[in-house]
């Protein structure tokens, strides 16, 4: 057992007698959904304990093996010859089934959690949806559109009047998809404003090593990144649980940052390069504010 985990129990009393409010949630165009210091905090105190909202093995859902889709996409990944599409197997067929694998784990595995609301309140910043996914519409404008907001749906095709937009079968009558007698309409929208759950997992999973999981959280997934010593806080990860801790003092009012790379140390353009991949963003920590 590393020295880190056998603290985890002395912290957990620490983080049940504290008696100040750490933390609060703000929102800006710029930051999004981020964590915001509301007292200020001492170098090594514990700010937050979490249960995950949802555990995610890191193998595949064992409902897909039955799923023609599914094996399909295996065949292109092992570059077999069980479909159609393998004997066309590039770089960006790769990278497509990989995509659409993810998005197949999450959907099923999400399906059957008790927080699969909360789960679709998770930004997801890649808006990468395809044809055969379930969305969830966000960040729509006009009062018309406004009314889509929060409803779901599936990709039915690609528009036929724009190749920009997707045409989705929107669940109407109900905010989320629980009742099954909704009626679907058909509606014209712009990937930007389509969350798929892939996504959602891509821009917020965390590993869990111990139970070889991939982990969303209410609240850690709220704190957004700094590289190396431009983040404020660290964590570790044990179990379904996340304990952060303070790295220095923490003014008030100061956003709580956390890197999302700890293990890739050396600062630079690859780096920079590999979170743009993995979260679709260009850091401009104070640490790369420079090189921006
Ligand atoms: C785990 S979420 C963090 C919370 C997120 N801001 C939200 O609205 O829910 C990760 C996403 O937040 C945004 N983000 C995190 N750190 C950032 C940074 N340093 N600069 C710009 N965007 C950042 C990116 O869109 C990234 O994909």
Known sequence: M??????LPMMEVVYNRKKATYFKMAHSNLRGTHVVAVNHIQAGAVVLIEKALHIQPTKNHPSL??????????????????????????????????????????????????QKDEIWQLEDSHRQARVGDTVKIHG?????????????????????????????MVAMGAKNNKKSKSKSVLRSIKPCNLKTLGGIMRTNAYHDGSL?????????????HACGDAANV??????????????????????????????ATELGRDRLELLHN??????????????A
Not at 80 to 107: F, I, M, Q, W
Not at 244 to 256: N, Y
């Open 278 to 291: 993995m979260f679709n963003f260009w850091c401009q920590c104070s640490e790369h504010q420079q090189l």
């Open 2 to 7: 590393s020295a880190m985990v056998q603290l």
């Open 65 to 114: 093996s039955v799923d023609p889709e599914y094996q399909s996409l295996i065949g292109i990944l092992d570059g077999g010859s069980t479909s159609a599409a393998s004997s066309t197997c590039s770089s960006t067929a790769h990278k497509d089934a990989v995509g659409r694998l993810a998005e197949l784990n999450a959907t099923a595995y999400v399906q059957g959690s008790k």
């Open 140 to 168: 729509l404008a006009s009062e018309a559109g406004k009314k889509l907001n929060g409803k779901y749906g599936e990709i039915s095709k690609k528009d036929e009047k724009d190749e920009n937009r997707f045409g989705v």
């Open 212 to 224: 070889e999981a991939n982990l969303l959280f209410k609240e850690l997934c709220r704190i957004n």
């Open 234 to 263: 660290n964590r570790t990860i044990h179990q379904g649980k996340v304990y952060v801790v303070a790295k220095r003092d923490i003014a008030d009012g100061e956003e709580l940052l956390i890197d999302y790379l700890p293990l």
